[in-house]
């Protein structure tokens, strides 16, 4: 009733999304309430997991309030939307994130320390959303983050894995990997919502049909049928007023095609489809760059596509009806890589199949919805399906890719008559013995806008992946540099910086980046720096203790804390930096005053458990540890410490007692990182190539600040023109020479001669593909340069300061308002 409202404005105190009451008193009431009558249980008996989840409770009060305000908002003004299509979305933990959007962590840090609890230590109770692999689904969940924060209409759709990314084990310095089970006891973010569920058809065969005014009709009579049960987490922006949806699909068995089995008696056997139907959502496949080409995962990325595509398209038609005409006014759709983009014939099948428009039409509409984002060069990561695979699994969609190819191909015959092998290259469909549907031509072909993820690399995407098509379309193919949430990536993982930060500069940088500047007039303010160095320092203490609980490692936190953290790769060339180690180790042995600063090297890195390689070179970076760290001679400068199970909780761990940043990938490899701007934003100076995004912080942070080496894109090139031979640099450098063979000795492996030799092959015989060796020299150097400046305190807390200062452009604000700016053209909605 009106007369409730107005009670209700009344005791609300501050301008939040919420209009449930604010106070530290009331948010004490909010939590026991829900301790009581949410968790049954109470305050003597309450266990840490118990408050975090009444603490939960409380919290998601005011973040539905904000979730039901802006879909009222959105449904009113009738909003040209995005939609983010992603396989994955690496969200991490949400406690300290909504606490911080919301504006309500310090009040609810008293309330609970009047309770006699400790936030932070509730909030290590909550399991990490790991439905990503690594950079592609942080960056998603950056993104989402963003674009509520903007205002800005948008919905992020994927998948509800039962199983994220895997939990890494390290067992006599092996990876085990061991299923996640983030959601055993609930997550208490989501909401189910079985009034939005969606039926996906697969399998099958296509029926031909001719209609009347010769029209010919296909009709899909699938095989299966599969539901499609969306489960929601609010996206609460900072400041608190737009709180959009991340809206994940889980797969269910259908009952459609069971009741005959079920009617007979077959109970127990109607289960087993059920099996295989559930099985869709199970489990988030751990491969980083090379695709697995299986069955399970073509359908994966059909069903959360196709579940969300009937999604949009029941919203649109609730506002619009069957005028098709103003659909792609309303909707963009990004795809985050190739993943989702059997989008793309999913939605000519609708328009054509099910809502009967012609093909001009409809393929008019569907090549103005659609924009796609590259995320990589390396060809072996370039999806592709069997066309026979593709036949099976979605007959129709392989019909509607031939047909988007067979016009696709007369456009190319008019820009280049007569040329086959451009056709060839250009084509959806690559010829051979096994045919191969090509996800990333088809991608560029059914979208208006291609982007990159760094200046380079989007450069590299015109020039060496898809130049034939940027001749054809020159305006499709642009850049939109990455970013990161300053919101998680500073205010809430490294809390003591940012109130310092806010003591200088004021509180407002977290949403107005480029404020950082103002810091740099204090980068030469002795107390400042003291105050800088003394946080970052604090920050090591925390982080050596839970080096200790974690491996049993002791850490001196006055060490330089060199810091690599990142999937485990060749190309990020984790082995380049551990024969640094290794050349490190040597020298400290012939000469035990070899001149140089502690130093402890921290890796954090899984391995694809199919990836044997990157599975040796974690093994040796163990080995090598376990030496170094048990040997009296040298372990009071240098230690090596792999943390296992790397992921977003303990990224916001390591990242703010960083004093180094590795980023080693070969030029020309490396799409973006983002760890890089990160850590550079926490006050870690990059050792780095220039490769991705390190090129634009170098800019930004100017030469002097930051520790470039080795190969340039170009000269990495030029050598693979010349001739590339990695026994160059192996027979004339003592030292380099030195540490490779070492790895074929037992000295790391008592007892195992040879347990280490696949990596001293892999960078010889094996013809060293990442041009480690080439760039070993120039990366010693630059380590020799980073030392050197540790060892003058105030020069590099100067440094460290202006790295922070000099992070404005990487917030991912500024990369969705290019997004907005140069694709999207999206229209912000305020929230009440
Ligand atoms: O995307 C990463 C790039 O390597 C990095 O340079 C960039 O900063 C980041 C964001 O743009 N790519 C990445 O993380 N890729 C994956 O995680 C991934 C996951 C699955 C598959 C391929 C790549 N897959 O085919 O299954």
Redesign the pocket.
Known sequence: SPKRTTVKQKTSKTASASSVPLSKADLKASIVKHLHCSLGTDENKANNHAWWKATCASVQEHVLEGLRKTQKSHYLNDTRAVHYFSA?FLMGRLMSNNLHNLGLFDATEKALNELGVNLTDIMEEEPDMAL??????R?AACFIDSLATLDLPAVGYGLHYEHGLFRQEIKNGEQIERPDSWRDYGNPWEICRPESIQDIPLFGYVETKYGENGRINKEWHPGLIVKGLPWDIPVVGYGGKTVNVLRLWQSQASDYFNWDVFNAGGYVDAQKENVQAETISKVL?P???T?AGKDLRLIQQYFFSACSLKDIIRRYKRAHGDDWSRFSDQVVIQLN?T?PAVAIPELMRILIDRAELDWDYAWSICSKTFAYTN??LLPE?L?KWPARMFERILPRHLEIIYEINRRFMDEVEAVWPGDNDIKRKLSIIEEGPDKMVRMGNLSVIGSFAVNG?AEIHSELVKKDLFPEFNHMWPNKLTNVT?GITPRRWLKACNPALSKLIDSKIGADWPLNLDKLQGLTEFADDAKFKKQFMKIKRDNKVQLAKEVLALTGVEIDPDAIFDVQIKRLHEYKRQHLNLLYIMALYRRLLENPNYDMHPRVFLFGAKAAPGYKLAKDIIYAINKVAEKINNDARVNHKLKVVFLPNYRVSLAEKMIPAADISEQISTAGK?????GNMKLSLNGALTVGTLD?ANIEIAEEVGDENIFIFGLTVDEVEALDKKGYNPFDYYDNNRELKAVLDWLDSDYFTPGKPGALSSLKRSMLEGGDQYKVLADFVSYSEAQSLADKAYKDADKWARMAILNTAQMGKFTSDRSIKDYVKRIWKLDPCKVE
């Open positions: 994955e990503g692999n690594g950079g592609l689904g960056l496949y491969n980083d760059e695709d890589d993943h995320h990589t990561a999806e993820v990455n490396e799409a973006s990182g983002t991705g």
